[in-house]
């Protein structure tokens, strides 16, 4: 049984920024500590994923349209994905950012 692409991509993008992250964790003084933030960020993301995809299944098997969370046409399709995949890539720095900045004050 294989994992539909967007499953298998998201590991991968997980194993990348966590092996970015380890790299920096191990430059603080507690590298242990730091590394525990980018855990408990990836976890969360996994969480929260899981979560909001439960909430799409309900939606479209209570729905009778197919999709019923199209806000716009199929004419939008291209800049939607250029638009999501610029979006996934600014949050993932962001968030990647900002756990880095905090773990070193709060391993310290």
């Not at 294989?2 to 507690?30: C, E, S």
């Not at 046409?73 to 890539?89: D, E, K, N």
């Amino acid at each position: 049984i294989y994992l539909p692409t967007a499953a298998t991509l998201m590991i991968v993008v997980g194993a990348a920024v966590g092996w970015f992250y380890d790299k920096q964790a191990d430059r603080t003084a507690r590298p242990e500590a730091a590394k525990q933030f980018g855990v408990l960020l990836a976890s969360g993301l996994i969480v929260g994923e899981g979560i909001i995809q439960v909430v799409i299944s309900v939606i479209k098997s209570l729905s009778v349209s197919p999709a019923p969370l199209a806000l716009v046409g199929s004419g939008f399709q291209t800049a939607g994905i250029i638009l999501g995949g610029v979006t996934f890539v600014a949050l993932t720095f962001l968030l990647y950012r900002w756990v880095l900045r905090m773990s070193p004050a709060r391993a310290a």
